[in-house]
């Protein structure tokens, strides 16, 4: 079997992939990235936020997103009747994105695929169809990958650290036995429609949610007659129902009030209705040594709040310039990783617990009411920081309304309806 010696394996060309990919080979490592399928390809996740911007420009990437993608100003989220704004322009000073306050609505083949090109002119080897099938390890220590190729053939990359960004599959974690399902336990069902937006939101490139119970809807705009539309309930529901993805979806599409006067009714359906069955995960560690998880290899909340691509590029930036640092100074990988993980877990539960809060705001009439009733400019302001993307710098506001929800969904059980 024929043996190469790199300095880094990255597994997945996903966004943070390509992202570890491109730093590390431009300080100069020698960098192979495997991805098991072939760009572009059909993938969750649209919706992006404005913190991702700065490692965009760092990336240098910016400028082609731009010209390719639907700007995205912010996002509206219907409680019943009631919608709560959390519009980018509106954050305080001091945000990671109050020079910039906007994000994207892209399609994720394209999206993903400018990331990849970008490693590859960045000097990183990738190579596409080509599946990790073992790991190598000398003890504990992890220190390569057996890579099979589309023609079947097998072989061996020799490396200082393995960077698994391989995302829902989850490599090292389901080598070693590190996963574990979220308590959240729901799944996405969601298709590309061609239609003409008729609400104004859509039309400028907002993100428009609204709530179902124990659940909720979105409609987010990729092209001017293009709209990605899904909903995210409990996995039981979906089971329950025995119908077919599109069935299930389209159902939700007709009785949920802010979808039907959101588009023109001759929609017609691009491609097919995709399901993404119990997307909730995470890990009981997320580095060891030699490797490290990056991104939805870690750990996956839920798409509501659109987290998953800027933890995932966060995480990259973070684990690279972690190795670069251990290869200029010699400090240990495992110590310097500590670090990296005592940060990520902290992102996770705060993000978990903004989107827990959410949904016992679907399933209590009293909550459903009293979130908009009470979002005052100020409060806004900070909601905007959070959503924008900037989660542990207002810690006590997402503990105060997952702590308030929690307490007036044990009082006040008065279920929300359907």
Not at 77 to 94: I, L, T
Not at 183 to 206: C, I, Q, S
Request: charged letters at 20%.
């Amino acid at each position: 079997m024929p043996n190469h010696k790199v300095d880094a394996v990255v597994i997945g060309g996903g966004p943070a992939g390509s992202t570890v990919a491109t730093l590390l080979a431009r300080n100069g490592l020698k960098v192979s990235l495997f991805e098991r399928r072939s760009f572009p390809r059909f993938h969750i996740g649209e919706s992006l936020l404005p913190a991702s911007l700065p490692i965009f420009e760092e990336l240098g990437v910016h400028e082609e997103i731009k010209k390719r993608f639907i700007k995205k100003p912010g996002g509206k989220w219907y409680y019943g009747k009631e919608p709560v704004f959390s519009d980018f322009a509106a954050g305080p000073d001091g945000t990671s994105f109050d020079k910039t306050p906007h994000a994207y609505m892209v399609k994720r083949a394209d999206f993903d695929e400018v990331l990849l090109n970008n490693a590859v002119r960045s000097g990183a080897q990738v190579l596409q169809d080509h599946t990790v099938v073992e790991l190598l390890q000398t003890g504990d220590r992890v220190n390569g990958v057996v890579v099979r190729d589309s023609q079947g053939a097998n072989q061996e990359y020799s490396c200082d650290m393995v960077f698994d960004c391989s995302g829902y599959s989850a490599v090292i974690p389901t080598k070693f036995k590190l996963r574990r399902e979220n308590r959240l336990k729901r799944m996405a069902v969601f298709g590309h429609y061609r239609t003409t937006p008729l609400n104004e939101d859509v039309k400028n490139g907002w993100f428009v949610g609204q709530m179902v119970y124990n659940g909720w809807i979105w409609l987010i705009p990729l092209e001017r007659d293009l709209i990605s539309i899904g909903v995210v309930i409990p996995v039981d529901d979906y089971r329950k129902a025995q119908q077919s993805p599109q069935e299930f979806l389209e159902r939700y599409m007709a009785t949920t009030p802010i979808v039907p006067p959101s588009i023109s009714p001759n929609r017609q359906l691009e491609g097919k209705v995709h399901i993404y069955g119990n997307l909730g995960h995470t890990t009981s560690r997320a580095y060891g040594n030699g490797w490290v998880l990056v991104g939805d290899a870690a750990f996956f909340i839920d798409p509501c709040y659109s987290s998953g691509v800027h933890l995932a590029l966060s995480m990259a930036k973070e684990a690279a310039n972690l190795f670069l640092e251990s290869r200029r100074t010699g400090k240990s990988q495992v110590d310097l990783f500590a670090g990296y993980e005592k940060t990520l877990r902290k992102d996770e539960k705060l993000v978990l617990r903004f989107v827990d809060a959410f949904y016992m705001a679907s399933r209590n009439r009293v909550l459903k009411w009293l979130i908009p009733a009470t979002t005052t400019e100020s409060i806004n302001r900070s909601f905007v920081t959070v959503t924008g993307g900037d989660f542990a710098t207002r810690p006590w506001m997402i503990n105060g309304v997952y702590a308030m929800s929690r307490v007036v969904s044990f009082l006040l059980p008065i279920r929300a309806r359907a």
